[in-house]
C-alpha cells in the first residue's frame, strides 16, 4: 500500500462552520504533512508531525489547528475560514527513517478542495 | 536558506517529441535529494525521478532523466518521446538529506513549477 488517502475531497463551507479534512497512510512513514495550494502555484506548507509530534508550524493563523490521532492518522480542523483560504489541500507522508535506506521522498494524497463561502 | 528556481513558466511539446525543463537551486549543503514532481489537472502530485546528490550518475526512469550538475547546482529534466499524458505542472524540489540516527531531514522546497502542454 502506498497510497496516502484524503477525505473529504471536495467541501464548501461557510465562515462560521467547523469542519475537518483527514488523511491516513499505512506506509509506516514517521512524518506526515499538510500543504495548501492555490491554482498554478506550488504547495506551501503549514504543518509537519514527526514521530507524531508537532515539529513545524509555518506560522499558520489559530483557525486551522492539526491533529495527529496516532502514527497513520493526520486531521485538520477547520473553523472561522476566510475565503482566501479556499484552496486545495494537500496531505503528504515520509518515511525519514535511517539515513540511506531512505527515499527522502514526500508522497503525496489527491488533496481536498476546499471552498469558503 | 535553500531556494528553487525554475526559469521557464510554460512549455510546450510535439507529441514524440522531447523536452528539457530547467531548474537551479541554491544550498550550502552537501547531501541533499533532488526530485521532479508532476502534477496533473487531477491534481495529485506524483514523483517522477530522484537523484540522490552523493550520486554522480544522472537518475532514469523510463522516458525520463536528470541532467544533474552539482558544482553548477543545476538540475534540468528531460522527457522523451513525449505523451499526450505528459501534460501537466512539473515542480522541481530540493530536500536536505537526514543523519544516520533519521531524525533531521529537511522541509521539501519547491519551485515555482512549469506548466508542460503536449500538442498531438
Known amino acids: 500500500d502506498t497510497e496516502v488517502t484524503q477525505t473529504p475531497k471536495h467541501l464548501v463551507m461557510g465562515m462560521t462552520n467547523k469542519k475537518s479534512l483527514k488523511c491516513e497512510q499505512h506506509m509506516g512513514h514517521r512524518a506526515m504533512y499538510w500543504y495548501k495550494q492555490k491554482a498554478k502555484k506550488p504547495p506551501e506548507l503549514m504543518f509537519v508531525?514527526?514521530?507524531?509530534?508537532?515539529?513545524i508550524n509555518e506560522s499558520v493563523p489559530s483557525r486551522f489547528s492539526p491533529e495527529c490521532p496516532n502514527s497513520s492518522l493526520l486531521n485538520l480542523h477547520l473553523h472561522a475560514l476566510q475565503p482566501e483560504d479556499s484552496a486545495l489541500y494537500l496531505c503528504a507522508s515520509s518515511q525519514d527513517r535511517g539515513q540511506f535506506a531512505n527515499t527522502g521522498e514526500l508522497f503525496f494524497g489527491e488533496g481536498s478542495r476546499l471552498t469558503v463561502l | 536558506a535553500q531556494t528553487v528556481t525554475q526559469s521557464q513558466p510554460e512549455m510546450s511539446v510535439q507529441e514524440a517529441e522531447t523536452v528539457t525543463l530547467s531548474c537551479t537551486y541554491d544550498t550550502s549543503e552537501s547531501d541533499y535529494y533532488l526530485f521532479w514532481y508532476k502534477q496533473p489537472p487531477s491534481r495529485q502530485m506524483i514523483l517522477v525521478i530522484r537523484?540522490?546528490?552523493?550520486?554522480?550518475q544522472n537518475a532514469t526512469e523510463n522516458r525520463f532523466s536528470v541532467n544533474f550538475q552539482k558544482a553548477a547546482k543545476s538540475f534540468s529534466l528531460k522527457i522523451s518521446d513525449s505523451q499526450l499524458g505528459d501534460a501537466a505542472m512539473y515542480f522541481c524540489?530540493?530536500?536536505?538529506?537526514?543523519?544516520?540516527?533519521?531524525?533531521?531531514?529537511?522541509?521539501?522546497?519547491f519551485g515555482q513549477g512549469t506548466i508542460l502542454t503536449v500538442h498531438p
Open positions: 508531525y514527526s514521530y507524531e509530534k508537532l515539529s
Open positions: 524540489a530540493y530536500r536536505r538529506r537526514g543523519n544516520a540516527g533519521g531524525t533531521s531531514y529537511g522541509k521539501l522546497t
Open positions: 537523484q540522490e546528490a552523493y550520486k554522480q
